[in-house]
Every structure is written in structure tokens, then in C-alpha cells.
């Protein structure tokens, strides 16, 4: 099932992301990145949860993904999947129902080397490689962006 995401959300969505990160991850990003990496200010997820358009998808009771998109940047700014879900499907769902629920005609992300090949497959084209600084570890990533079809 697939819900708004609510502020209640943030504890187990920060639980899901730190796990998620930490293992899916660990075949591209260095111990100190992925720590640099998870080590996040709650206060910055506290706004983006109350004040960006995100989405959660529910299996049992249970949080299985999650997606917030940035509406003023045009930036899918969360995406992330618990790792017992991962490659199932379940990303990709809540992906599709998020732009169906998203007013513009393209949107951006940053994807890590991890989540490259998600986003490329689900429409995604690379724009330039990009280093993000996290608690002074250099991550790379790719600002990306997708063009997305009105009817």
C-alpha cells in the first residue's frame, strides 16, 4: 500500500536509511563514506518530511521505501528501500505513483553510484559526475535528470 509520508514516519524512515545505505552500498562507498554518509542533521529530515512531497510504501504494517521529492528545487531528494525489499519492485512503484503525484515536466536527482543503474532504468539520464562532501568524505555521485511525459 502506498501512503503520504507524515512526519510519524521519520524515526523508522531514518532507521530504514541508515540500514539501507550501510549495506546496499557497501560495494561502492568506503566504510568512512557510508559512516560519513548516514551521519545526518534530524532537523534537515524533520523539514523535509513536513514540508516536501513524499510517499511510503507499506507492506504489513511495515515500511518498505520511501521517496521525498523537493517540489521548489524539482529534486528527488529521498528514495530509499529497505534491504530484506530491495531490487523487488517496490522502489520502482513508489517511484511511478510519486510522478504521477508530481506537477512538472522533468526532474533532477542526485543518485549515488549505487542507485546509477535504478535511475537510468527508470528514465534517468546522467548530466555530469559530482562529489558530495559529508563530514569531510568526498562521495561520488550523478546529478541526473528525467524528462516526464504529460497526457
Known amino acids: 500500500m502506498i501512503r ?3 512526519i510519524k514516519d ?3 524512515c531514518i532507521k ?3 540500514q539501507s545505505v550501510s549495506i546496499l552500498c557497501k560495494n561502492d562507498y568506503t566504510k568512512e563514506q557510508i559512516r560519513a554518509w548516514i551521519n545526518i542533521n534530524q532537523k534537515a529530515w524533520e523539514e523535509k518530511f513536513q514540508n516536501q512531497l513524499g510517499f511510503i510504501y507499506e507492506e504489513k504494517g511495515q515500511i518498505v521505501s520511501f521517496i521525498s521529492i523537493n517540489l521548489e ?3 528527488l531528494d529521498l528514495c530509499f ?3 530484506n525489499y530491495a531490487h ?3 522502489g520502482k512503484a513508489l517511484l511511478e505513483f510519486a510522478l504521477k503525484n508530481y506537477p512538472y515536466s522533468e526532474i533532477y536527482t542526485f543518485a549515488s553510484l549505487s542507485a546509477k543503474n535504478f535511475f537510468l532504468k527508470a528514465g534517468f539520464k546522467i548530466i555530469k559526475e559530482n562529489i558530495a562532501i559529508r ?3 568526498e562521495l561520488k555521485n550523478f546529478f541526473m ?3 516526464i511525459k504529460r497526457f
Open 145 to 147: 535528470k528525467k524528462k
Open 81 to 83: 528501500t529497505h534491504t
Open 88 to 90: 523487488q519492485g517496490y
Open 73 to 75: 528545487e524539482k529534486t
Open 135 to 137: 563530514n569531510q568524505q
Open 10 to 12: 521519520l524515526a523508522p
Open 16 to 18: 530504514l536509511f541508515k
Open 4 to 6: 503520504k509520508l507524515d
